[in-house]
T-cell receptor, first 113, second 109 residues
Framework: DTGVSQDPRHKITKRGQNVTFRCDPI?????LYWYRQTLGQGPEFLTY????????KSRLLSDRFSAERPKGSFSTLEIQRTEQGDSAMYLC???????????FGQGTRLTVV | RKEVEQDPGPFNVPEGATVAFNCTYS??????FFWYRQDCRKEPKLLMS???SGNEDGRFTAQLNRASQYISLLIRDSKLSDSATYLC??????????FGTGTLLAVQP
């Protein structure tokens, strides 16, 4: 399978715990995006990378959220001290270049209890 | 004004109907636009890219109107399998891909 891969697919955690998600983009794709989606809403932009450089982080994102793409390949998204409001689908996408189509992974569904 | 605005619907149409969705965007510097389709509890999947004045792929036609800052998606001869949420995407000036809230389409038999 050469598509975007996300792990885990589902995560249930207690409030206050830290969680980390992983995304493996399509090979050779330079751009990698993270989104969050809740029921009835479109994907909400969180952050994106060009190779290993984080180009932008949403102003809506609190300091509890951090993302890395250390070698320009896979990326991790960490949420510290999770809150119930963090419950959502976290989607990763990748694209070859800017202004080109992005392809999504199947997402990680986070439930904070 | 939101960066990308869509009518959330739902649009309930009979099989065989033609249906059109509109999407407005606020960033006049945007260079790229896309339509994605999302099935319930699935990831978004690319339907069409809209790079210049428009694009056509079978029953689907996308149009871009830069002067009025909107894009549209036309679906002809609707099929039951077209039932999904259609997401309008604005690449923006830096191509960070901003999504609308989506328009829900339900094609009825």
């Amino acid at each position: 399978d050469t598509g975007v891969s996300q792990d885990p697919r589902h995560k249930i955690t207690k409030r206050g715990q830290n969680v980390t998600f992983r995304c493996d983009p399509i090979s050779e794709h330079n751009r990698l995006y993270w989104y969050r989606q809740t029921l009835g809403q479109g994907p909400e932009f969180l952050t994106y990378f060009q190779n290993e450089a984080q180009l932008e982080k949403s102003r809506l994102l609190s300091d509890r959220f951090s993302a890395e793409r250390p070698k320009g390949s896979f990326s991790t998204l960490e949420i510290q001290r999770t809150e119930q409001g963090d419950s959502a689908m976290y989607l990763c996408a990748s694209s070859l270049l800017e202004n080109t189509e992005a392809f999504f992974g199947q997402g990680t569904r986070l439930t904070v209890v | 004004r939101k960066e990308v605005e869509q009518d959330p619907g739902p649009f309930n149409v009979p099989e065989g109907a033609t249906v059109a969705f509109n999407c407005t965007y606020s960033n006049s510097a945007s260079q790229s636009f896309f339509w994605y389709r999302q099935d319930c509890r699935k990831e978004p999947k690319l339907l069409m890219s809209v790079y210049s004045s428009g694009n056509e792929d079978g029953r689907f036609t996308a149009q871009l109107n830069r002067a009025s800052q909107y894009i549209s998606l036309l679906i002809r001869d609707s099929k039951l399998s077209d039932s999904a949420t259609y997401l309008c995407v604005n690449g923006g000036a830096t191509n960070k891909l901003i999504f609308g809230t989506g328009t829900l389409l339900a094609v009825q038999p």
